[in-house]
């Protein structure tokens, strides 16, 4: 192809107002700047939620103002979202929880629950799930996509069943 050919085909393809405008706001939601949406309405920078004010972890209290300031500046310098659920994805693990029967048959049955932690240095601090999402700047609906999605997938294995046991002694006699 010559090279006037080439240039304008180029310019034609960036030239698409519709696809600059969704990269823009693309990157804008992924980086936690403000912008204007698709009906021009503008959308606030990130900013860390709530005090989850919850007595078991005390989140706000464990990360203090000045640590969740730069947890959340260095989220936003995640520029991709992927990149972001990955990051959050290896601050959430699994623990295998007693699968319980409800005696009514009403009700969840839980086979696993998530922890959340925030690493400060070398400590990993665990969290509540609110005071997660608050740090983070998130919503309470991305952290669950994101446990489901992008979690450490190491879970604590239960110890070998009495069975397997068992079945591996060696001077087992066959029953015939
Ligand atoms: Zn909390």
Same mark, same amino acid.
């Given at each position: 192809?010559?090279?006037?050919?080439? $240039?304008?085909?180029?310019? @034609?393809?960036?030239?698409?107002?519709?696809?600059w405008k969704r990269n823009v706001i693309k990157k804008s939601i992924a980086t936690g700047k403000?912008?204007? !949406?698709y009906k021009g309405r503008e959308i606030g920078e990130r900013k860390t939620g709530p005090d989850?004010?919850?007595? %078991?972890?005390?989140?706000?209290?464990?990360? !203090?103002?000045?640590?969740? =300031?730069?947890?959340?500046? /260095?989220?936003?310098?995640?520029?991709? #979202?992927?990149?972001?659920?990955?990051?959050?994805?290896?601050?959430? %693990?699994?623990?295998?929880?007693?699968?319980?029967?409800?005696?009514?048959? #009403?009700?969840? =049955? @839980?086979? *696993?629950?998530?922890?959340?932690?925030?690493?400060?240095?070398?400590?990993?601090?665990?969290? *509540?799930? /609110?005071?997660?999402?608050?740090? $983070?700047?998130?919503? %309470?609906?991305?952290?669950?996509?994101?446990? =489901?999605?992008?979690?450490?997938?190491?879970? #604590?294995?239960?110890?070998?069943?009495?069975?397997?046991? $068992?079945? !591996?002694?060696?001077?087992?006699?066959?029953?015939?």
């Open positions: 192809m010559p090279i006037d050919e080439w $240039h304008s085909a180029e310019k @034609r393809k960036s030239a698409n107002p519709s696809q403000s912008y204007l !949406n989850c004010c919850c007595k %078991k972890y005390k989140c706000f209290v464990q990360i !203090n103002e000045e640590d969740r =300031k730069l947890i959340l500046e /260095n989220f936003n310098k995640l520029e991709e #979202t992927y990149v972001q659920n990955v990051y959050l994805g290896g601050l959430i %693990k699994t623990e295998n929880v007693e699968r319980e029967r409800s005696k009514t048959g #009403t009700g969840k =049955k @839980r086979s *696993c629950s998530y922890k959340y932690y925030i690493k400060l240095g070398n400590r990993n601090i665990q969290i *509540c799930r /609110n005071g997660f999402a608050s740090i $983070h700047g998130i919503s %309470k609906k991305r952290v669950d996509n994101v446990a =489901k999605e992008y979690r450490d997938p190491t879970v #604590t294995t239960p110890a070998q069943s009495s069975r397997e046991k $068992h079945q !591996n002694r060696p001077n087992r006699i066959p029953s015939e």
